[in-house]
């Protein structure tokens, strides 16, 4: 239609033109533009406005990807169909409504000036160019996954609301995909069995790599994060979630007898005590006890199957290490009676035998004596990793 509207020609490769019906093409189309502008510039007489809505519904069809949303209510910034930010001019008459069409845009840059505009209605845009999607995401600054019922035109938001969660995983998987992120909020670092079940079994599985036990390494803490956040929707729920329970369910049920047998949470002392184990995987485990509870054990206890000796921390009765030691026939034999002296010295309300291997052990505090350390007042200090004494 141009060339033959520029040149006069009316042959063509397809065939020939009829000029009458290309020149009242020509008309409409002029008629057309003429009116377009008009209903831009608001140059319609009254008479003539009951075309304004087709003229203004045949441009948001012939050009939907300039339809734009408004960012804010009665603002001048908007985002257009393909997320381009644009800005009404200053001179734009467009002040109403949330949707708006771009004619004319200047500038390719984010928020290019929109110089032209038109105010679109809802109902004008095609139908088959808007869906409506139940769509999942984490809340920022709840922590937690949500729902929202979002209407778009192609790809431009125009609405949402709350909605409920949809049954299946796909909760789960927006759960994961942010708790795999922050995982020093969603472990529970500071539950005492948790952390201390899984360097147990990190621990024995190097200490008997035959027992096949799993490394609980990234990957595998990761797996049981994952199984985890099908019954859970936020963060404050992983962390009040069954690890333990969890992490059991990664060894079969012979495996967790061989953890809790070669690799005891507990051990019981002569003196009827049971005291936690401190295990560090690298370290021999270490069992921190009164001298006075280990009276009458000869030998060191050992776990892991008799390969790993435990490493003792001898507490006087302040419960600060006297002596560590992994060799407890030695310090009997070659270092106690010289313990023995220094602590009678300091706390004669206790009793400090001779003979320690024939002595009664006891669980039982002597009341503290003028000066004596107190725990409560102190706290209790970290316990010493340092090789054994070669006293």
Request: charged share 25%; net charge neutral; hydrophobic share 40%.
């Amino acid at each position: 239609m141009i060339a033959a509207e520029r040149s006069g020609q009316s042959e063509f490769p397809w065939g020939t033109l009829n000029r009458n019906a290309a020149r009242q093409i020509t008309q409409v189309r002029d008629q057309l533009v003429r009116l377009t502008r008009d209903v831009i510039g608001g140059r319609l007489a009254d008479s003539e406005r009951i075309d304004e809505v087709a003229v203004l519904r045949s441009l948001v069809a012939a050009f939907p990807d300039r339809v734009a949303r408004r960012r804010d209510a009665g603002g001048d910034r908007g985002i257009m169909v393909g997320g381009k930010g644009v800005k009404l001019a200053p001179q734009s008459s467009v002040r109403r409504g949330e949707l708006f069409l771009c004619v004319d845009v200047e500038g390719a840059s984010t928020d290019a000036v929109v110089r032209q505009a038109s105010t679109v209605e809802l109902e004008w845009l095609p139908a088959t160019s808007l869906r409506t999607a139940t769509e999942l995401f984490f809340h920022p600054s709840q922590k937690q996954v949500v729902a929202r019922q979002r209407q778009y035109f192609e790809d431009l938001l125009l609405s949402e609301t709350p909605a409920a969660l949809p049954s299946g995983e796909g909760p789960a998987e927006v759960l994961y995909a942010e708790a795999v992120k922050a995982w020093d909020r969603v472990f529970p670092v500071n539950d005492v069995e948790v952390a201390g079940f899984v360097t147990r079994v990190r621990c024995l599985a190097e200490w008997l790599p035959d027992a096949d036990l799993p490394k609980f390494d990234e990957a595998e803490l990761q797996r049981v994060l994952r199984s985890l956040c099908s019954s859970s929707r936020s963060f404050v729920d992983l962390q009040k979630a069954e690890w333990l329970h969890a992490l059991q369910q990664e060894l079969t049920w012979p495996q967790r007898q061989l953890v809790d047998r070669e690799a005891p949470e507990y051990l019981q002392v002569p003196s009827g005590s049971r005291i936690r184990l401190t295990y560090e995987v690298g370290r021999p485990p270490v069992l921190a006890v009164r001298i006075q509870e280990v009276f009458g054990l000869a030998e060191t206890p050992r776990i892991a199957g008799g390969r790993v000796k435990v490493l003792l921390h001898l507490l006087a009765p302040n419960q600060r290490p006297q002596q560590v030691t992994d060799d407890l026939a030695s310090f009997w034999a070659n270092t106690y009676e010289t313990v023995r002296k220094e602590l009678a010295r300091r706390y004669p309300k206790h009793v400090w035998p001779d003979n320690p291997l024939q002595a009664i052990p006891t669980a039982r505090q002597a009341p503290p004596a003028l000066g004596d350390f107190h725990p409560a007042e102190h706290g209790r200090p970290a316990l010493d990793h340092s090789p054994p004494s070669s006293e």
